[in-house]
């Protein structure tokens, strides 16, 4: 038994050295569905990512190694995702989102996306997604996962250890709960959004690579820990990604745990993740500079979930998460970009979703961000400022979506899936205000955002 498991454990070292040394030399066999032998109904809710079933949670866990197809096409690792869109606000903006669009009413090809993705070994899988972004016409490396993994026997109970290597926190997290794959799982990159954000929302997705080590224990008990640096200048440049709030002085820890229930067709977990960076400002384009201090950022949060597959007929979904975020922001009040130097900010996500025969669905959604009074940091301007210097923020979201295909017995299976979507958001509090909450005269529900979309899979 000792020996089996060095094996195994020398054969994770030795398939992680080759994904990070030489990652051109892995040989990934396969796109998922092509690869599983599944319709893509059985890993995701609605027959659609990224919303993740129970198969779906251990299928990555397990470090996208699991097989089950036939044929030639379970060597092709490529797939391509588009997703189109229109965008219409309540009132036009002040000014447009980006170049060669108009203040409202907008037609787009959001992203065109390629992704190599599959088995690399018995012990090793992921995937690196490119994405074009038809809005402001750039290219960047986007979401990136790489794993590797072993089970091993304790106590007649499965123990599986993985190393994972990600591009942002919650990028290798499993659960929909969290910010990387959390609701709404698309939105629009042309209507005004709030300004404030916690750190773990997102700041350091793309920007940073992570590495963390996790164990799963009797497909109930999740337990990850790892650090994450954000990319150096040329990095940055290269792989077409921006800083954030700056770029991480010192590695910055992170901490997951969650437990699982899974019974007769449902599943259901509790978890939480803690998230610490002590971060540059940033001066420039690409540049940082920590010599006026360092801004500290520290998450503290819980999620959590529901759901109901049955036999597929009907399928229920429940998701949530709360962040408090403690902030000690003596960089930018050294500068004078802060009032103060100690704040908080707390935001908490909520979706509810029903899909009838895995085709027919529809979610509704609760997100509310608030936090201190900082009049420098939340400074009044036209549409993105704040009048009273608050953060706070509140809106509800509300979509309808339909999926034709992605079923066992679905047309082109697995080469073709498509959404199409319809998606109202309504902002009742809107960066600390409902009425005149720039300063500027525009109000919450002003951006009230209607989203149309198209979103293909090949």
Same mark, same amino acid.
């Given at each position: ?42 890993? *995701?809710? $609605? !027959?659609? +990512? ?7 949670? &251990? #299928?990555?866990? @397990?470090?996208? %190694? ?33 170049? *060669?669009? $108009? !203040?409202? +009413? ?7 996306? &390629? #992704?190599?993705? @599959?088995?690399? %070994? ?337």
């Amino acid at each position: 038994m000792i020996r089996k498991c060095s094996v195994q454990l020398g054969a994770m070292i030795l398939a992680a050295a080759v994904m990070i040394i030489f990652p051109q030399h892995a040989r990934a066999v396969s796109a998922f569905a092509q690869q599983t032998g599944q319709p893509c109904s059985a890993c *995701h809710v $609605g !027959a659609y +990512g990224p919303q993740l079933t129970a198969f779906g949670r &251990a #299928f990555k866990l @397990g470090g996208y %190694t699991q097989t089950g197809g036939d044929g030639w096409q379970t060597h092709f690792p490529v797939s391509l995702m588009l997703l189109g869109s229109y965008t219409n606000t309540d009132k036009g903006q002040v000014a447009p989102a980006s170049d *060669h669009y $108009g !203040a409202n +009413g907008n037609f787009a090809m959001d992203q065109i996306s &390629a #992704f190599l993705a @599959g088995r690399i %070994t018995d012990y090793a899988g992921g995937f690196v997604q490119g994405t074009f972004n038809g809005v402001d016409s750039t290219f960047k490396l986007d979401n990136t996962d790489l794993r590797v993994t072993s089970p091993f026997t304790v106590n007649n109970t499965e123990l599986r250890l993985g190393l994972d290597v990600n591009n942002g926190p919650t990028v290798q997290d499993p659960y929909n709960s969290t910010y990387a794959w959390g609701y709404p799982f698309v939105a629009s990159a042309l209507a005004p959004t709030p300004t404030a954000q916690p750190l773990l929302a997102g700041a350091l997705i793309g920007n940073s690579i992570g590495a963390t080590v996790y164990a799963w224990y009797d497909r109930s008990l999740y337990l990850e820990a790892g650090l994450y640096n954000t990319f150096g200048p040329s990095l940055l440049s290269l792989t077409g990604n921006a800083y954030g709030p700056g770029s991480t002085a010192s590695p910055a820890p992170y901490v997951r745990a969650a437990y699982e229930w899974n019974w007769n067709g449902q599943s259901a977990h509790v978890g939480g993740i803690f998230l610490h960076a002590d971060i540059n400002p940033v001066t420039g384009s690409f540049s940082s500079d920590g010599s006026q201090g360092l801004n500290r950022y520290t998450d503290y949060a819980v999620d959590g979930g529901y759901q109901f597959i049955g036999d597929g007929t009907h399928v229920v979904s429940v998701l949530g998460i709360f962040d408090h975020e403690e902030q000690n922001l003596a960089g930018l009040f050294n500068t004078g970009a802060s009032s103060q130097s100690g704040n908080s900010l707390n935001q908490l996500r909520a979706n509810i979703s029903y899909y009838y025969l895995q085709t027919y669905g529809v979610t509704v959604s609760w997100q509310k961000t608030w936090g201190s009074v900082n009049p420098l940091l939340y400074a009044p301007a036209p549409q993105s400022g704040s009048a009273n210097g608050k953060p706070d923020s509140n809106a509800f979201i509300f979509e309808a979506d339909y999926v034709p295909f992605g079923k066992a017995d679905s047309w082109a299976r697995p080469w073709v899936n498509l959404k199409l979507g319809v998606q109202y958001t309504i902002y009742t509090q809107f960066n600390g205000g409902t009425k005149n909450y720039d300063g500027f005269g525009r109000n919450a529900s002003d951006n009230n955002t209607l989203y149309l979309f198209a979103w293909f899979m090949f």
